[in-house]
């Protein structure tokens, strides 16, 4: 690789401040320059004008009057439902798991079919922008060995890991496996494909987690059994991600359903080696640094003080909230509680792959909380919820998220005249006299804006991404 100079708008969230710092920290680059050196790292982030002699003589790349962004981070995503996105007939979560989704993760037994789906899936992560992804992956190991192959092959970032189940209704029968062989096949995936790429966790793309679907899907035997397994591979970079609290219909949704099943006093217990009867302490604790927990929609205080205790982060998925009718998660009171949450587009339980859309549902949901939980969201609050809040989710911070030097390239280019509708809002649109929310209006009108046809190039460490 040589290095390259790339030309644009420039908008990310500099530095590593915490969630309510911010809006203090976004950066604004209008005739910017994004240098990546010949690691495929960022050397330089600032004005055209500055850029050091020494790479004045580099190709450039002039994407004027487009935008750079950092690559989107897509901390809650299911492989298994690439097709199965605009379910209908199933209700609410656990009918719609039942009558829809079930019966289409089990079509991945299929070689060819999981094979096909898999390309789709990296096809659809690169059209939208999504540089790194925590995946929900598939029961059925040949169709996870079809992903991490093919998100190798495209060079993209992926934490993954199979759906463990070994409970559920009939028509999750195929996706069921027994207790021996839940451990087995998540055993033989992290041997397989975790830092399969360069063999070091430090610089690999490719990393796995431990993923039961959620409570109800696994008994106490498979939670104490993971529990074990987890605590033998912690060392070795190994995630663990599922559900939490997703609907809470009264009396017949997930949040109840799982407080009965299990005898707890809180969902959170069961994935924190709580989950004999009473909260009883059963085994070892799921949660940590590299432990994210989707949705999150209806948590206790003692849940938000115990996830933000042991650093366990949040995937924030408004889309299917919203799709599946389970609720809005309360932003301030989230956030408040020292959580780090980063946005995610549970693909196919919501219906968008592009990450601006789930920040634009979030500015949606959150502004219409009633009364003193209602929010406007700031635009740097959006931006740092799909890039950096997310690569600190991931635990990767330090690698990327942001422009900031020396960490890896991972950008989109963004052309607004590929979307008229974008380009004239961003030429047209009322803009303040005051530069600072000038500045935010027009990230505000970009974010709310992209659709994916304006995205035109993706890099991962400064190598760009084709979609075939």
């Known amino acids: 690789m040589v290095s390259q100079v790339h030309l644009g708008h420039i908008f990310h969230i500099a530095g590593s ?100 789906a898999a390309a789709e899936f990296c096809t659809r992560r690169i059209a939208a922008g999504t540089t790194a992804a925590m ?65 070091d966790v430090a610089t690999a793309l490719l990393h796995v987690a431990i993923v039961p679907r959620f409570s109800l899907a696994v008994t106490r035997r498979t939670l104490d059994n993971l529990g074990e397994l987890y605590d033998s591979v912690r060392e070795r970079g190994v995630y663990f991600h599922t559900h939490l609290n997703e609907n809470n219909r009264p009396g017949t949704g997930e949040v109840d359903t799982t407080k009965h099943a299990y005898g707890v006093t809180t969902y959170l217990d069961t994935y924190d080696g709580k989950f004999l009867p009473g909260s009883a302490v059963g085994g070892k604790s799921l949660l940590g640094r590299r432990s994210i927990l989707a949705h999150c929609v209806h948590c206790q205080d003692v849940e938000l003080a115990r996830m933000a205790e042991t650093g366990t982060s949040v995937a924030h998925c408004p889309v299917s909230q919203q799709f599946l009718g389970s609720g809005t998660m309360p932003w301030k009171r989230t956030l408040a509680s020292g959580v780090t949450v980063a946005a995610g587009t549970d693909y196919g339980g919501g219906d968008e792959w592009l990450i601006p ?111 075939a």
């Open 17 to 116: 401040p915490a969630a309510r710092d911010v809006p203090d920290a976004l950066a604004d680059v209008p005739d910017g320059a994004l240098i990546i050196d010949d690691r495929g790292r960022i050397a330089f982030c600032g004005t055209r004008s500055d850029i050091p002699d020494e790479y004045r003589a580099e190709k450039v790349f002039d994407h004027r009057p487009g935008f750079l962004l950092p690559g989107f981070v897509d901390t809650h995503v299911h492989f298994p439902q690439t097709f199965a996105g605009d379910a209908y007939g199933g209700g609410q979560l656990l009918e719609w798991l039942e009558l829809c989704i079930y019966p289409a993760e089990s079509r991945y037994a299929e070689v060819e079919f999981a094979r096909s």
């Open 135 to 199: 995946v929900f992956g598939s029961a059925f190991p040949h169709a996870q060995d079809a992903l991490f192959a093919e998100t190798r092959r495209r060079g993209l970032r992926m934490v993954g890991g199979r759906g463990i189940q070994t409970t559920g209704e009939p028509s999750a029968a195929p996706l069921i496996t027994t207790e021996d062989d839940a451990i087995r096949l998540t055993s033989e995936e992290i041997d397989k494909w975790h830092a399969a790429d360069t063999g």
């Open 357 to 467: 859309q789930v920040l634009a549902a979030a500015f949606k949901v959150h502004i219409s909380e009633p009364g003193e939980h209602g929010v406007s969201m700031h635009p740097a609050e959006m931006l740092f919820t799909g890039t950096l809040a997310g690569a600190r989710a991931l635990d990767m911070e330090n690698r990327f998220g942001n422009f900031d030097v020396g960490k890896e390239a991972d950008f989109i280019v963004v052309e607004p005249a590929r979307v008229p509708a974008l380009e004239h809002t961003l030429a047209q649109g009322i803009r303040s006299e005051d530069p600072a929310l000038a500045r935010d209006q027009t990230l505000f009108a970009l974010l709310m804006g992209i659709r994916e046809p304006a995205i035109t190039e993706v890099y991962v460490q400064g190598r760009r991404i084709d979609v």
